[in-house]
């Protein structure tokens, strides 16, 4: 389950088998470089990784594009920002994995067995070409991780509450995914809904994901009140911070 402690939220069930995965809140100040102010974003998220006894870690970040681009940071890797990239994975020890959002979707992950992590940016786009299925395949092909190890957390982004989408956009879904379209968009006054972390759900379990291992958080950045949020917000919208890392 999510927890909240101190104006962000970890993962139980990651801290449990020595991994955070933390999705940082308003509370805490923009943390992205690439909206308003980028010195006062440094400084917060080096606050929020002093207060985590993390200033020795590699800070690995992206100016993220909402594309599939997902890279493996292996223990050779001396690049710790990438241009168009979404999404990482490692085994290592000596890194801090950032990503930033304003409503789209993270996804964590953790092989309990290879000791191997991943994190995502999952808006809409992402999430519809694939980044969720994209970050396993390369799990898989990298480090032989097996799905049944693998620990999934979902959220925290914008609810299916607030997701307004238009009739085009429905239609692209219903094109793609027939088989489980219906299930991630509701109706509510002629209005159509989208539910992004329902969606990144189901396609987890398609791909073989057992249902027990993914957690889901359940809550709305844009109603939640506590997250910066680009459809409630527009332009001044701070971007929430998603942390994951060895502890």
Not at 86 to 103: L, N, P
Not at 115 to 134: M, N, P, R, T, Y
Not at 206 to 216: S, T
């Amino acid at each position: 389950m999510f927890i909240e402690k101190d104006g962000y939220y970890k993962i139980d069930e990651f801290e449990k088998h020595g991994v955070m995965a933390v999705f940082t809140g308003e509370k805490l100040g923009n943390m992205s470089d690439f909206v308003l102010n980028a010195a006062s974003a440094k400084k917060n998220r080096e606050n929020f990784l002093k207060e985590m006894g993390l200033e020795k870690r590699h800070f690995v970040y992206a100016r993220q594009v909402h594309s599939a681009k997902v890279v493996d940071i292996d223990q050779y890797d001396e690049k710790y920002f990438y241009d168009g990239v979404d999404g990482f994975i490692s085994s290592r020890g000596d890194i801090v994995v950032f990503t930033q959002y304003a409503d789209c979707l993270p996804i964590y992950y953790y092989d309990t067995e290879k000791k191997v992590f991943g994190l995502c940016h999952a808006g809409w786009k992402g999430s519809f070409d694939g980044i969720q299925k994209e970050v396993l395949r390369l799990m898989e092909e990298t480090y032989a991780c097996s799905k049944k190890d693998i620990i999934i957390g979902l959220g925290i982004g914008i609810g299916p509450c607030c997701y307004e989408v238009q009739e085009e956009f429905y239609l692209q879904y219903k094109e793609r995914y027939p088989d489980i379209y219906k299930e991630v968009f509701l109706k509510k006054e002629s209005k159509l809904y989208y539910d992004n972390e329902k969606f990144n759900y189901l396609v987890l379990l398609q791909m073989g994901l057992p249902k027990g291992n993914i957690v889901r958080s359940n809550m709305c950045t844009y109603c939640g009140g506590n997250f910066y949020s680009y459809r409630r917000q527009g332009k001044d919208a701070g971007r929430n911070g998603a942390f994951i890392y060895f502890k």
